[in-house]
């Protein structure tokens, strides 16, 4: 069974620091998602990592993709306000319909 | 926007009555999905389909039923709610292509009193 793990599960910072948000799974797979969700609100893809080692930034974000090691991490740099929400990792089931399984989601809060 | 609705979007009903949500989409895409949300739990799949009238269980699809008579149309019926079922329901569609993100809808928020 396919298990997504993510840490910290809450997190409060300072504007204009940095930090990383982790995502385990238990089971291989090349392909990794990355969503925000805003309180009360849908959530939005943010990105697709699809092999070993792969790398995307927007903005201040940047994820990346450790196949081996079944991690992904999201940086943020010089967190700003704007970027307090709630963020998932997602994994696919290999077999069958791309059927993705979440993570708890990592709440952040960026500070003034 | 993917052209993804959901409808009701919110909804308050008994224990023990049927309940229907659905979700409509406009971009004639082939996997339409149920996911719940709780706190605690991210998202969890409930049933997604592959096409008209093909649809399987996800992980959490005691207590739930869907159907699919129509490829824009997926709907999710909890044939007699539990409160344990009170919860947000988010339909979504995969896009164009293998690798292509799940995209998803406003959500239905779901009170099972």
């Known amino acids: 069974e396919l298990k997504v793990e993510q840490n910290p599960l809450f997190l409060s910072m300072q504007e204009g620091k940095n930090y990383t948000i982790y995502c385990n799974y238990s089971t291989t797979s090349d392909r990794l998602y990355w969503y925000r969700q805003d309180p009360g609100k849908s959530l939005e893809s943010l990105f697709v990592?699809?092999?070993?080692?792969a790398v995307k930034q927007e903005g201040r974000l940047m994820a990346s993709l450790d196949t081996k090691a079944r991690l992904s991490t999201l940086h943020i740099t010089a967190a700003v306000h704007d970027l307090s929400a709630t963020y998932f990792c997602a994994v696919p089931i290999i077999q069958g319909a791309q059927k993705l399984v979440f993570g708890q989601g990592t709440r952040l809060t960026i500070n003034p | 926007d993917a052209g993804i609705t959901q409808s009701p979007r919110h909804k308050v009903t008994e224990t023990g009555t049927p309940v229907t949500l659905r979700c409509h989409q406009t971009?004639?895409?082939?996997?339409m999905y149920w996911y719940r949300q709780d706190p605690g739990h991210g998202l969890r799949l409930i049933h997604y389909?592959?096409?008209?009238?093909?649809?399987d269980k996800g992980e959490v699809s005691d207590g739930y039923s869907v159907s699919r008579s129509k490829t824009e149309d997926f709907l999710l019926t909890l044939e007699s709610a539990t409160s344990s079922q009170t919860s947000v329901y988010f339909c979504?569609?995969?896009?164009?292509?293998?690798?292509?993100?799940?995209?998803f809808g406003n959500g239905t928020r779901l009170t099972v009193t």
């Open positions: 971009e004639n895409h082939r996997y």
């Open positions: 389909s592959y096409g008209v009238k093909d649809t």
């Open positions: 990592l699809l092999s070993n080692g």
């Open positions: 979504a569609i995969r896009g164009q292509g293998y690798n292509s993100p799940l995209h």
